[in-house]
């Protein structure tokens, strides 16, 4: 039997031609980039804004220009990690259909465990997996040279989602740490950490343990707490809450181990679920 959780209703009026000022904006940030490079912590953010939003008249992620913007979105988001950890004064990134050549940057404000997390769940959801193993390689040293704190089970989730795709020792030890740091007696922000932070850790804790029933369970609940969450008064119309980001990825990385997905949601978009948009151009 499959669950339907829908999504808060929201006003749609005047969407398309929001949509429209947001994609003109991030274009012109996106053609910037190779004079300044450091615009990358706010190409990224405004690149999945405008991806996250399309999917505001679009749940299902069923038109071109939708999966267009979560790939720019996805190729924005691992340039971050790319100019960050190039080793020459260059490096080429390819954005918006167009190859790029970026200055390397280093260490910058926006090259944050969050800034990770967010490439690495779009280059799951678009199956970029050369990206992936790119952004696994990416070493946990970088992230805590932005000038900020963060909890330490960032950095432990992190940390277990580059062990999973390399094939790396510990998974399951550093798995239970970063569970154990979203304790509302440990995290910083219990809200965050506990609705929308733990959620995806025990969708992947079901997913490999096999435990099918268990990860429709998790899934479920991750979908219950982001809508809870994003449903929140002062919350509620930003784009972050239009789409699942985190259980999305996980729900991709389940479907394509074989997993079914018994869930269905507009923050959930079935198409780049289904990865029905693979191979549509060049990324």
Not at 18 to 29: A, D, F, K, P, R
Not at 54 to 80: E, F, G, N
Not at 109 to 121: L, Q, S
Request: hydrophobic share 40%.
């Amino acid at each position: 039997m499959v669950t339907r959780i829908p999504r808060m209703p929201l006003p749609t009026g005047r969407a398309e031609e929001g949509i429209t000022v947001l994609q003109e904006n991030t274009q012109e940030l996106i053609d910037e980039l190779e004079e300044d490079s450091t615009d990358l912590g706010d190409a990224q953010t405004i690149a999945l804004t405008l991806a996250q939003s399309h999917c505001l008249l679009d749940p299902r992620a069923a038109i071109y220009p939708t999966w267009d913007a979560w790939v720019t979105a996805m190729q924005v988001s691992s340039a971050v990690f790319a100019a960050a950890t190039a080793t020459g004064e260059h490096v080429q990134c390819r954005i918006a259909h167009k190859d790029r050549t970026l200055r390397a940057t280093g260490p910058q404000w926006y090259v944050t465990p969050g800034a990770w997390t967010t490439a690495f769940y779009l280059a799951v959801i678009c199956r970029e997996k050369g990206r992936i193993t790119a952004l696994c390689q990416v070493p946990l040293t970088l992230l805590r040279e932005n000038g900020s704190q963060f909890d330490e089970y960032q950095y432990a989730w992190i940390d277990t989602l580059q062990t999973y795709w390399l094939g790396g020792p510990d998974l399951v030890d550093k798995l239970v740490r970063a569970v154990d740091g979203t304790d509302p007696e440990v995290a910083s922000d219990p809200e965050t950490a506990g609705k929308l932070q733990y959620p995806p850790m025990e969708m992947f804790h079901r997913f490999i343990r096999k435990d099918h029933a268990g990860f429709t369970q998790a899934l479920t609940t991750a979908l219950q707490w982001h809508k809870q969450y994003w449903g929140e008064e002062s919350r509620i119309y930003q784009a972050s809450g239009l789409v699942a980001l985190a259980p999305l990825a996980m729900a991709c990385i389940a479907h394509d181990a074989g997993i079914p997905i018994e869930v269905e949601s507009d923050y959930l978009p079935a198409t780049l679920l289904g990865r029905n948009w693979l191979g549509e151009f060049p990324t």
